[in-house]
């Protein structure tokens, strides 16, 4: 663990920002995914992540990373529907058990909980690699900081290469077929539009990127 590593305090203040950001791209994700299924993604994401400040508003002071992570899961399976709010509820829920002994979020950290989070998707699902879901995000964003050489030495560096591996992921489902879920029945309309969930799990990544990396400025001017 080093100094630049995050505590629970400062992940709740994470997840708070994450669903300010949802809040404000909200129209964007509903037209993403007018484009290939029923338009309401971006309202999934926003109330989600509101649902989750609210329950991580209610935590008490004394917490863990951990409890952050999986009462951020429970929120956001609770007041969302169909397959990307119980998917992305696994998610927390598999990164709150992967950081169950760590006291700090550091690089090592930030590793082990986007693996258990490519697990829990893989696992949910009958989605591989290269389907048009948000696995193709969370895949090459778990590689980037789990199977790169050197490993990344900062918690901001970590996130920056999650972050840049998860967008280029999104990126390239707009290549992709659905082979999995509704919109499977489309075949090739659905190209040139990428996938919904793969854009908000990488636009997540971002806005805790951009959290972190900014930490030091407002740390500073509040010195
Ligand atoms: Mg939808």
Same mark, same amino acid.
């Given at each position: ?29 509903? *037209? ?8 309401? !993604?971006?309202? $999934?994401?926003?109330? #989600?992540?509101?649902? +989750? ?17 999986? $009462? ?8 969302? #529907?169909?397959?990307?709010? +119980? ?10 058990? /992967? +950081? ?18 490519? &697990? ?5 699902? &009958? ?32 996130? /920056? ?21 509704? *919109? ?8 040139? !539009? ?7 799990? /990488? ?8 959290? +972190? *990396? ?10």
């Amino acid at each position: 663990m080093n100094s630049e590593a995050i505590g629970p305090q400062e992940l709740k203040e994470i997840f708070l920002h994450i669903a300010r950001v949802m809040r404000e791209r909200e129209a964007e994700l509903n *037209a993403l995914d007018a484009a290939i299924g029923d338009g309401d !993604h971006g309202i $999934t994401m926003r109330g #989600g992540f509101e649902a +989750v400040g609210h329950q991580l508003e209610s935590l008490p002071a004394e917490t863990t990373l951990s409890e952050v992570l999986s $009462t951020a899961g429970m929120a956001f399976m609770d007041a969302t #529907g169909g397959a990307i709010g +119980v998917i992305l509820g696994k998610m927390f829920l598999a990164g709150g058990r /992967a +950081v169950r002994e760590s006291s700090a979020l550091g690089p090592r950290e930030l590793g082990l909980l986007l693996g258990e989070m490519e &697990r829990a998707v893989a696992g949910s699902g &009958r989605a591989r690699p290269g389907d048009k879901t948000i696995l193709d995000a969370v895949h090459p964003a778990s590689r980037a900081v789990n199977n790169s050489v050197p490993a990344p030495a900062t918690l901001a560096e970590a996130l /920056a290469r999650a972050a840049g591996a998860a967008e280029s992921g999104a990126e390239r489902t707009a290549e992709m077929l659905c082979r999995v879920g509704r *919109a499977s029945r489309l075949g090739d309309r659905v190209l040139g !539009h990428r996938d919904p969930g793969a854009v908000s799990f /990488a636009l997540l990544l971002r806005t805790a990127a951009d959290w +972190v *990396a900014g930490r030091k400025e407002r740390q500073a001017q509040t010195d």
